[in-house]
Every structure is written in structure tokens, then in C-alpha cells.
């Protein structure tokens, strides 16, 4: 049988295809116009492929000549990289000059900046901005009087803490400091101010030690009582040669200049007269914001951004509105209204931390597929999901590329590696970009021939053909081959009747059917989220496929373009006790009552994936007794659930590498209580164990007795007898509550993102790893409002999937088994070969020879073939 593919426009989400056989498709119309049409990369020549910042580096160094330089850059459709200075020195030195030759000379490439959007430099024309347009952290008030003298000065403060030496990438930057009078209301006047940089911090005295008129600014006297000093919020330094960079405030709530402007208002003045005729930028084709975030972070150990300027540490965050994200949105959307159509505007998406300005950029950079420490491609929906959605909301014409990079850490602050990566996992990378109309950049370069600086992956080129761009013009949208299998979801979901009604389970949220949608809102109209659950959905082996398609209601207090963030995933296991999910936890001080935990003593039970003693992975909750202010006790956290017969609670227990050198050991214990006791419960003690060795020890404890019994179970890690906290950093891992079949049958929780906004929007979830027989899916969804479900089905089967084009075909299997395509049912009457690859890339899969009609990829594998057939315009 053959399947015939029907394109679908952006909004269609997934479709049907034709002849008899249900095809899940994805969204992928193509919409190019205005000035990227003018490029190469614009066009439907694909894979759509740049240099990114390689091609900075190189103009930059000062042995490379504009010629030889040019001749490895040409090869492919553009490039991108940094000519300004507000991250890197002296990258405007010969870098400008070079990008300006090169797009007069290649006027159909893409000459993207890469650029800041979190922060610059002090260094780089900082004197634009007001000293109130910059991010601080809350402060202290001055204590003594601070002459107007250079050089040095030691200051008495009221709180010295809040106050950092030894901080940044590489831990071996000081903070840059802020003094400014206060006015009558003891606000911060930052009319009137003074940066310094911090050289040392006496906690003893309460004073810093700072060096003065730092960075354009004057040297000026501030009185004891009457001023106050702030360390900027900073990120960076990006090199070992920068500096910590300060955070633009983009908050709406952003002081203003004696002229009334923002911070936004004079960043967008700068970005838009570098843009102009006749000024540095004007050849460049538009720009990409580097870590352009959506929070302003950076709150901890009793300091966090203060947006508003008060003197009080905010986030950016009023009455429980993002102040900051609204913010970065208006931020674009004035430089949109500046720069016009024409300029390509991009922005960081890969992480749901950055920007969401949707319909007002043209799209995205993922920097790392799915993610940069994601080299075994677990996130493969979300990383689709996250593109998809960029290219069904992007401002047109829509541009979103994928910089394919992993890193690895080292274990020295700053310093990452790049890990050993397989050639199939660079595939995989490669084909999703192609199935989201993504254009495709790489940090992670192939071995270089022929005397080159760099080298092109076969499959941008066509292997050793060195033909860019050479699969042409899709025929049609990526297929996901799941569609085809029944919806063990079955007729009960097409409509949202009673029979799936009834397995929806949740506290705080409402359900009804609405004009053929399922409407989900929460109860509580000033609730943070939505979270529900789909229970008891039919399983035939570890593939599990969900496709859904959604909309959601506007956030209140929020633009139309903030869109929501969605998690879809498989519910946790009751009987799995450590998960994301967080418990109940508290604390108690010796001879005291239980309480919440109190971030100022020390006390936390926090969640860690994969954390290895003895070379084992494991996930746990990381928990520390109560240790600051001579506080000592316990923490706890607990969870309640109904014990089964012949259960039994099953755990690991172990300590930090340094625990067995400083620590006494911490006294490990686990308590009981029934649900019905009376309140407070009647706890009783099931186990106790005292560990200080850096290993796991596994412990098991019978809970026959309490079978048919909802309980709950109280985890305790205790600083022991001698009170001594030294190092008392615990881990309870893997705790399980187990029948006879032990822990087969329990499905890890995961879960992936997506994005809801006013329009239906088509996503696919794939778990991979699915145990026993059936498994429940858990929705999370931002914000209380409405969201309307109109499509859902499931599927058990792999995420296979495949795009056909002009001159070719991309294939991709994202799961971890084998996988089996018949390509004469996926593209009737055609045949294909292998790409042939250059000299020191993967000629054991791409040999060029002719592909039979079933081919079987590899697990977590793709495959670009040629088409062979005489329309195909194979040379």
C-alpha cells in the first residue's frame, strides 16, 4: 500500500493524509518573505545551512588574511558572529570590516550579528545609559562618610554580606558596586551616584574595600546615613579577557532618566542607529539575542534583583506579575517598530528561561539540540515542540536555526569540553532541523579537509557531491509514522465523552466540554498553574506516541504574545517517592516544634538527578539538617500514599564526597503514621541507620502490616546526637514502595515542554520508555485560565519519522531500539541512494550505494538520502 502526503499551512497543526491510512503530520507550511527571500538561506534549498562564530574568531585574528578567511567562509549560505564589543574586547578591531566586505561581495548570504541581550559590558559605550537603567541587587545603606577622593576607599555599610568577591564564570571576579545618595523617602537616587569595582569584603568590620570612579563615571562624595551602595546583577565574564557584563533592566518598572527614558528606550536608540544608513551595521541583515531571558535571576543567600529601585529585592515580579518578561516583549517590540520588516530579529528559545516574544521576533536560536548537555537527544519532543511552535507564531518571514553543540563540564569553574559524540546522534540533530524548517549552524565541527579551517558536515553538502542546499524544496511537511498505528486512546477521546470524562483526575481544576474542545481551568482563579491527570491508557510495549493540540486563554495582567508553557508527561508513580515533584518537607531545631523550612538556617530537601556514588547514578533528595545561627536538628520531608500487600519500602542512602573526613554522620530515619489518625498523627519508627561513608547503602523495611492502608511516611536526616552538622549533607535515593514484582512495572516520570497560545497549536510527546501495561499522562499547564484540548489520541508506537523533498529524503529515528521503514510505502515509486562521504566523516553509513525498499536505522539514528529517480535532478 502507499501513502500519499498533502501539505498543511502553519496553522493546520496535524493532519490526515491520504488513502485509507491516517498520517500524523506536523506544522510546516513555509512561509518566506521580504528580505530573506533575497538569500540564499531564505529559500527552498535545503539543508539551509551558516557558520556561526567561527567566523568571528577567525577575522579576529590578527594572522588571518581577508582572502583566506573569505575562502572558507563562503562555502556554505551566510555567517554570524560578534563585531561589536559588549560581551568580547576587541571584536570590533577588524570584524566589522570584514562583514561588510563579505556581504558586498556575497549580497545573496546571511550576515547576522550575534549579540548580548542580557547584558553588556561596562566598558562598551555604557555611558549611553542612565546608572538606574542597570539591574542591582538589594543594598545597604552607608554608615560611613565616603570622601570624594580616588584611589581606594574603605565603607562602613549595614549589611556587608550582600556583597561578593570570588564570583563569575571562573569564581575569580569581584562585584562592581554602585553608590548613589538616597532621596527624602530613603529611595535610591540614582541621579546622583558613583561606580566602583569591589576589591574585598570585611564581614568582621561590615565594610567593602572599593576602588573609585570606575568605568566613565566621577569620583564623588557620599554621606554616612545618607547613601547606599548596590552590587550590579551580572553574568559572564564570557572569556578570560572580559569582564562581568550588567543586566540591562528591562523591567516595565525600570527607573527613568532625567529625560524620561527606560532602559529599553535607550537600548533600542543605540541597536537602531547602528542598524542606519551609513553606520556600522548597515550591510548586516538583522541580529540574534544572545541570552535574552525572560526572569531576571540571580536571588539567593539573602539578595535578589531589585527592578523597581526601591532598595528592596523584587525579581521583577509585582503582584505576581513578571514585570521583567513583559518587559524584554515590549523591549522587541519597540526595536521591531524601529528596525522595521526587513531586519531578521532572533532571540535565544532553547530554554523555557528565555524571552517570549512570539509574533514579534522572527524566531529563534536553539544553542545546543535538544539541549547543550543533551548529546543522548532525550528531549527529542520538546526540542520539536519548542521549533514547531516558533514556526507556527514567528513574525514573517519565519527563521529559526538550530547551533549544534554539546558541552560536557570539567569539573574547573568556566572551563567545558566537548564530548565524544557518535555520528548518528549529529544526524538525528541535522534531521530535526530540516522537519522544523530550521536553518542549521555548528559550534561541533567534523574533522577539516583539504587544508581548511573548518570543516562541513556530509550532510549539509551532500557528502563528498559539496553541493549546499542540494535536497531542494520539501514536498511536504515531516510525518511522524505513529499516526498510522490505532489511538489506544480509542472513540471515547474524539469527542471528550464521559468514558474519558471519567479517567481525568485532578483537585484544583474544573472540566467540561466545550464546542467539541475539553476545557480545563482551575478552581481557584488566582491559581499559578493547571495540573491534571489522564489516567490508565493502554500500553503495547515502551513506545508510547501522544499528539495534542491546544489552545489557551491570555494570562491576565499579560501581553497577547507571552505565551504559556505547557509540560505533558507520564504522571508519577505513587509508589516512587523521590521524584521532581516535591514533597511536604520541614524542619525542626532541637527541643522546638516542626516548622516550614527556613532558607536562613541551612535547612533543604532538594531534588537531584543522577547522582553518582560508586559509580552509580541515582535519583535522590538532597537533604542538610538545620546548621546556621548554632541551629541544629532535622529536616524531613514525607509523602503519603496506600500501601498494597506484601509491599515493603525499598531505598538507598549515602553521603557527600566530604562528608567522610568532616562529617560525625547523619542519622538516617523513617517513621509511620496512618492517613486516619487524629491530628497530630501517631508516628511510630520503622528504621533507623547512621552513615558518614561516601557510598550507597541499600535498606529495605517490611510494610506488611500495614497492607489495605493509606499511609504516611516521614524521611528524617538528623545531625545526630552530637549536634555536630559539620558536612551533614545527605541523599535519600531510588525510594520505592514495592509488591513482589519489585520496580519492573514502574515507568519513570518525564516529561516535555510545549507552548499554548490563542491559536490551536499541534504537538507531539514520545516516551520511550514505558513499563507495564498501562501508564497515566500528567498535563501542567502556566496560570489558572482557561485552556481549550481539541485534539488528543495516543499511539504505541516509536516517533519515526520522515520528509520527503525535490532531490531527496530525510529519515529519523529517535528511539532507543532499532527501527524498520518501508520506503515504498513512504514515497511510492522511488528509489535512493546513500550520500558518499569525504575522507574523514562516516563512510560506513553513507557509502553511496542504492537503499533496498526496507531499510532499518540504528536506535537514535537519521539517514539523508538521495533520490535517484529522473525527476530528481541527480547529477
Not at 497492607?707 to 520505592?736: E, H, M
Not at 574523514?840 to 553513507?846: E, G, M, Y
Request: charged residues 25%; contains cysteine; hydrophobic residues 35%.
Amino acid at each position: 500500500m502507499g501513502y500519499r502526503l498533502t501539505a498543511t499551512p502553519p496553522s493546520a497543526g496535524f493532519r490526515v493524509a491520504c488513502l485509507a491510512v491516517t498520517l500524523t503530520v506536523l506544522p510546516g507550511g513555509i512561509a518566506r518573505a521580504g528580505k530573506l527571500d533575497s538569500l540564499r538561506i531564505g529559500r527552498d534549498e535545503y539543508p539551509r545551512v551558516f557558520f556561526f562564530r567561527q567566523s568571528e574568531s577567525w577575522a579576529a585574528n590578527q594572522r588571518a588574511t581577508y582572502e583566506s578567511w573569505e575562502g572558507c567562509f563562503e562555502r556554505l549560505m551566510g555567517i554570524e558572529g560578534k563585531v561589536l564589543e559588549e560581551e568580547v574586547p576587541r571584536r570590533s578591531v577588524r570584524n566589522i570590516d570584514f562583514f561588510t566586505r563579505f556581504k558586498k561581495r556575497h549580497p545573496d548570504q546571511l550576515v547576522l550579528l550575534h549579540y548580548n541581550g542580557n547584558a553588556r559590558d561596562p566598558r562598551f559605550e555604557s555611558g549611553r545609559f542612565f546608572a538606574g537603567h542597570w539591574v542591582y541587587y538589594n543594598g545597604a545603606r552607608i554608615l560611613s562618610d565616603v570622601p570624594a577622593d580616588g584611589g581606594e576607599t574603605e565603607i562602613r555599610l549595614s549589611d556587608a554580606s550582600l556583597f561578593r568577591i570570588g564570583v563569575g564564570r571562573y569564581r575569580d571576579a569581584n562585584e562592581d558596586v554602585g553608590l548613589c545618595m538616597l532621596d527624602g523617602q530613603g529611595r535610591p537616587n540614582w541621579n546622583i551616584s558613583e561606580q566602583v569595582q569591589l576589591l574585598s569584603v570585611d564581614p568582621h568590620r561590615k565594610s567593602i574595600r572599593v576602588r573609585r570612579a570606575c568605568y566613565g563615571t566621577s569620583v564623588r562624595a557620599f554621606p554616612a546615613g545618607r547613601a547606599y551602595a548596590a552590587a550590579h546583577v551580572t553574568e559572564g565574564p564570557w572569556g578570560r579577557k572580559s569582564n562581568l557584563l550588567w543586566f540591562y533592566n528591562y523591567s516595565t518598572r525600570c527607573p527613568a532618566d532625567p529625560n524620561g527614558h527606560t532602559c529599553a528606550d535607550v537600548h533600542v536608540n543605540h541597536l537602531a542607529e547602528l542598524f542606519a544608513p551609513g553606520r556600522p551595521l548597515r550591510m548586516f541583515d538583522g541580529l540574534e539575542f544572545d541570552v535574552l531571558h525572560n526572569r531576571c535571576g540571580g536571588a539567593g543567600r539573602g539578595r535578589g534583583p531589585d527592578c523597581d529601585g526601591d532598595g528592596v529585592m523584587d525579581g521583577g515580579v509585582f503582584h505576581g506579575i513578571n514585570s521583567y518578561g513583559i518587559g524584554v516583549i515590549e523591549f522587541c517590540r519597540k526595536l521591531r517598530q524601529r528596525l522595521g520588516e526587513d531586519i531578521i530579529i532572533l532571540a535565544d528559545g532553547h530554554s523555557v528561561s528565555n524571552q517570549r516574544a512570539f509574533g514579534l521576533l522572527n524566531g529563534i536560536e536553539s544553542e545546543g539540540w535538544p539541549a547543550l548537555r543533551d548529546e543522548q537527544i532525550l528531549d527529542w519532543s520538546g526540542g520539536l515542540n519548542r521549533h514547531f511552535f516558533w514556526d507556527f507564531t514567528a513574525r514573517r518571514p519565519a527563521f529559526s536555526y538550530i547551533n549544534h553543540k554539546f558541552i560536557t563540564p570539567t569539573g574547573r569553574p568556566g572551563v567545558v569540553a566537548r564530548p565524544d559524540v557518535p555520528f548518528n546522534i549529529h544526524r538525528l540533530v541535522f534531521a530535526a532541523g530540516v522537519f522544523t524548517n530550521s536553518a542549521i549552524c555548528y559550534s561541533y565541527a567534523p574533522p577539516a579537509d583539504g587544508g581548511q579551517l573548518l570543516g562541513i558536515w556530509d550532510e549539509f553538502c551532500m557528502g563528498d557531491a559539496g553541493r549546499p542546499g542540494w535536497l531542494g524544496k520539501p514536498l511536504g511537511p515531516a510525518v511522524r509514522i505513529a499516526g498510522m498505528q490505532p489511538d489506544v486512546l480509542e472513540a471515547g477521546a474524539k469527542d471528550f465523552g464521559p468514558a474519558l470524562m471519567k479517567r481525568l483526575d485532578s483537585d484544583n481544576v474544573r472540566f467540561a466540554r466545550e464546542n467539541g474542545a475539553l476545557k480545563v481551568w482551575a478552581r481557584d482563579a488566582a491559581a499559578t498553574e493547571i495540573k491534571f491527570i489522564l489516567r490508565d491508557i493502554l500500553c503495547r510495549g515502551p513506545d508510547l506516541f501522544v499528539a495534542l493540540t491546544a489552545r489557551a486563554a491570555q494570562l491576565p495582567g499579560y501581553p497577547a504574545e507571552y505565551a504559556r508553557l505547557m509540560h505533558v508527561g507520564i504522571a508519577p508513580d505513587r509508589r516512587q517517592l523521590v521524584r521532581a515533584e516535591m514533597p511536604e518537607s520541614g524542619m525542626c531545631i532541637r527541643r522546638g516544634d516542626e516548622t516550614a523550612i527556613d532558607p536562613e538556617s541551612g535547612a533543604v530537601v532538594r531534588f537531584q538527578q543522577n547522582v553518582a556514588i560508586d559509580g552509580r547514578p541515582r535519583d535522590t533528595y538532597f537533604v542538610h539538617p538545620p546548621y546556621k545561627s548554632q541551629r541544629t536538628g532535622y529536616t524531613y520531608w514525607q509523602r503519603e500514599l496506600p500501601i498494597d500487600r506484601d509491599a515493603k519500602l525499598d531505598f538507598h542512602l549515602g553521603m557527600a564526597p566530604k562528608s567522610p573526613a568532616r562529617s560525625d554522620g547523619v542519622t538516617f530515619i523513617v517513621l509511620i503514621a496512618q492517613k486516619d489518625d487524629a491530628e497530630p498523627p501517631t508516628w511510630s519508627e520503622i528504621f533507623r541507620h547512621t552513615q558518614k561513608e561516601h557510598r550507597w547503602t541499600h535498606h529495605t523495611v517490611d510494610l506488611r502490616r500495614w497492607a489495605g492502608k493509606t499511609v504516611r511516611l516521614k524521611f528524617i536526616s538528623d545531625c545526630g546526637p552530637k549536634d555536630n552538622t559539620t558536612t551533614d549533607q545527605s541523599y535519600w535515593a531510588d525510594v520505592f514502595v514495592l509488591g513482589p514484582e519489585g520496580s519492573d512495572g514502574i515507568t519513570e516520570p518525564v516529561r516535555y515542554i510545549t507552548w499554548c497560545s490563542r491559536k490551536d497549536f499541534s504537538s507531539g510527546f514520545y516516551f520511550s520508555q514505558v513499563k507495564g501495561q498501562k501508564a497515566s499522562l500528567e498535563f501542567t499547564v502556566e496560570g489558572g485560565a482557561p485552556v481549550w484540548i481539541s485534539g488528543l489520541s495516543a499511539h504505541a508506537h516509536a516517533d519515526a519519522m520522515f520528509r520527503e523533498f525535490e532531490h531527496g529524503l530525510v529519515l529519523a529515528n529517535p528511539s532507543p531500539r532499532s527501527y524498520s521503514f518501508d520506503l515504498n510505502a513512504l514515497s511510492p515509486g522511488r528509489k535512493f541512494r546513500r550520500i558518499r562521504a569525504t575522507a574523514r566523516q562516516d563512510a560506513r553509513t553513507n557509502d553511496g550505494s542504492p537503499v533496498p525498499e526496507r531499510i532499518v536505522l540504528g536506535p537514535k539514528d537519521a539517514l539523508f538520502l538521495v533520490r535517484q529517480d529522473k525527476t530528481a535532478g541527480e547529477d
